[in-house]
């Protein structure tokens, strides 16, 4: 088991490679590119700094948790959502948290089966639609569907992913439309789907 930690902040990987020293575990500090992700294992660890300043990791987060167990360390002020890695901590939680946080995360078994998209595919066009910027009113009408309608599959939706509305979803809005047009269907399909829930 190897263990990697990613972040912009060379004080932050400095600190979290010192506090791993004291434990007794080997840190290594690494860049986010792909020769990482082709080597990694379901027994290696990575530890994801992701704040304002590098909100691009969140598109790494799918995908690293895909190969190898993740804690995600969130060192933005507000609450954001996260349902793709194995453990979500804030960087303001004291050195006891993030050292258990660790430990947690080493010790746990990785299970790297592929699991299929939560959303349905009305909630995903209505999900991407809505991070795009769209007014409900507009999707709506695009959908031929009452707005109403729009509210409640894009509050699902938002449950779905772990947030209570959808700016919880703006900081990892990139990776979620990338993610949801691989699963957005054509107009024309869009009118043959099952709106009942």
Not at 64 to 79: E, F, H, Q, S
Not at 91 to 115: F, G, H, Q, W
Not at 160 to 182: A, H, M, V, W
């Amino acid at each position: 088991m190897k263990i990697y930690t990613i972040s912009d902040d060379v004080y932050f990987q400095n600190g979290i490679i010192s506090l791993a020293k004291s434990k007794g575990w080997d840190i290594v500090a690494h860049e986010l590119d792909s020769s990482l992700t082709n080597q990694l294992t379901p027994d290696d660890v990575v530890i994801l700094h992701l704040d304002a300043k590098n909100n691009s990791y969140a598109k790494a987060i799918s995908p690293l948790n895909k190969v190898c167990k993740l804690l995600v360390i969130l060192g933005a002020a507000r609450d954001i959502v996260i349902n793709d890695a194995d453990l979500v901590i804030k960087s303001r939680d004291s050195l006891l948290d993030i050292s258990r946080a660790i430990r947690v995360v080493a010790k746990k078994k990785k299970d790297v089966s592929i699991r299929d998209s939560e959303l349905s595919d009305i909630e995903n066009t209505i999900l991407k639609e809505s991070l795009k910027g769209k007014n409900i009113h507009l999707i709506a009408k695009s959908l031929n569907i009452p707005p109403k309608r729009v509210y409640a599959y894009r509050n699902k939706a938002c449950k779905k992913l772990g947030g209570k509305k959808i700016s919880d979803l703006l900081l990892i809005r990139d990776k979620l439309l990338e993610e949801s047009s691989t699963f957005f269907t054509s107009p024309a399909s869009i009118r043959e789907l099952d709106y009942s829930f």
